[in-house]
């Protein structure tokens, strides 16, 4: 799917249809856009935030490995997944590049309460599948909401290099989302993914209705 098509999907606020899309019209939409303060909020401290998201990179790649580690049976995800976890590290890497080349420092990882709250939803009863669809949909997730926050960035920023820089990352991680949803209808029927999604969307609304706006975050 080509990449302005996905961008449009998530951050869709009027319901939009496309033939080819049907599948995934309405399952991929964000339900609460972030809170517009945000983007002024994040040039209150610029080593603040580059730690942050420095920390969802390496992040985004341990989830990667241990979805590896725990599933080595199923090949096409590991397939996938191997070289995501080599893109989400040289974001790292990017990203300490970026406070380096300032002389700012990566700070200490602070809790994730985004993500802590997000772990709650998973499943720990119900089948192996069911858990097996909840970590994707969890990776998913946190994609979209990351890719939103990335164009909220690229977008609202002054600083013309900044934009640029956010708008990559927005980019790659619309990617990534369209991976972990098309991971999830490889192996579980699409029925079963859409029906969940929907429920992680309505209770990742909630998390972000419920979480400060804060400037040294990016969720
Ligand atoms: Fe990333
Ligand atoms: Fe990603």
Redesign the pocket.
């Known amino acids: 799917m080509p990449l302005h098509l996905i961008t449009r999907l998530i951050f869709a606020t009027q319901p939009f249809y496309m033939e080819e899309l049907t599948d995934v019209k309405n399952i991929l939409r964000l339900e609460l856009p972030t809170d517009p303060r945000w983007v002024n909020l994040t040039t209150i401290s610029l080593e603040d935030i580059l730690t942050d998201h420095a920390y969802?990179?390496q992040k985004?790649?341990t989830s990667c490995i241990s979805l590896i580690q725990r599933y080595p049976e199923k090949e096409k995800m590991v397939e996938e997944l191997a070289p995501i976890v080599t893109?989400?590290w040289g974001?790292?890497r990017q990203v300490l590049a970026e406070l380096n080349k300032r002389n700012l420092k990566l700070g200490r990882q602070r809790k994730d309460a985004y993500v802590n709250k997000l772990l709650e939803f998973q499943t720990r009863g119900g089948s192996e599948a069911d858990r097996f669809l909840d970590k994707l949909l969890f990776c998913a997730l946190i994609?979209a909401r990351?890719c939103e926050r990335f164009k909220r960035l690229s977008e609202g920023l002054e600083d013309p290099y900044f934009r640029n820089f956010y708008r990559k990352?927005m980019e790659?991680?619309a990617g990534?989302y369209t991976l972990f949803i098309k991971l999830a209808d490889h192996y579980v029927p699409k029925e079963q993914v859409r029906k969940r999604w929907r429920e992680w969307l309505a209770y990742e609304a909630e998390i972000i209705r419920g979480l400060e706006v804060r400037g040294d975050r990016i969720h």
Do not use: D, V, Y
Request: glycine share 0%.
């Open positions: 969802c990179e985004a790649a893109e989400e974001h790292f994609e990351s990352f790659s991680e990534h």
